[in-house]
Nanobody, 121 residues
Framework: QVQVVQSGGGLVQPGGSLSVYCAASGSILSIDTMGWYRQAPGKQRELVAVITSGGSHDYADSVKGRFTIDRGSAANTVALLMKSLKPEDTALYYC???????????????WGQGTQVTVSS
């Protein structure tokens, strides 16, 4: 099994900054992608940012120029650094890790538990 644990987030006023962090563990042979999704009340889950297997950093149009996704210094970690936050960024943020599981040499698609980000005055 692959476990994905998140931390960070919280409450901030509009224009402020927050970060969310993610660490994957388990019998991971390799990672193809690491990314962040979010789901706001009444909306479907949407992709926010992702690091692809080719190393590119892709972002949703709504967060370009404000959010940065980066691999952490530790293995199998990723962070989403959010600045100039807007109320519409309020959502439950989920870390997603995809790769190859070493235990069975099969693909995995693992999710974190979710971290609340609230932007409100």
């Amino acid at each position: 099994q692959v476990q994905v644990v998140q931390s960070g987030g919280g409450l901030v006023q509009p224009g402020g900054s927050l970060s969310v962090y993610c660490a994957a563990s388990g019998s991971i042979l390799s990672i193809d992608t690491m990314g962040w999704y979010r789901q706001a009340p009444g909306k479907q889950r949407e992709l926010v940012a992702v690091i692809t297997s080719g190393g590119s950093h892709d972002y949703a149009d709504s967060v370009k120029g404000r959010f940065t996704i980066d691999r952490g210094s530790a293995a199998n970690t990723v962070a989403l650094l959010m600045k100039s936050l807007k109320p519409e960024d309020t959502a439950l943020y989920y870390c997603n890790v995809r790769g190859i599981y070493g235990g069975r040499y099969s693909n995995f698609d693992a999710w974190g538990q979710g971290t609340q980000v609230t932007v409100s005055s």
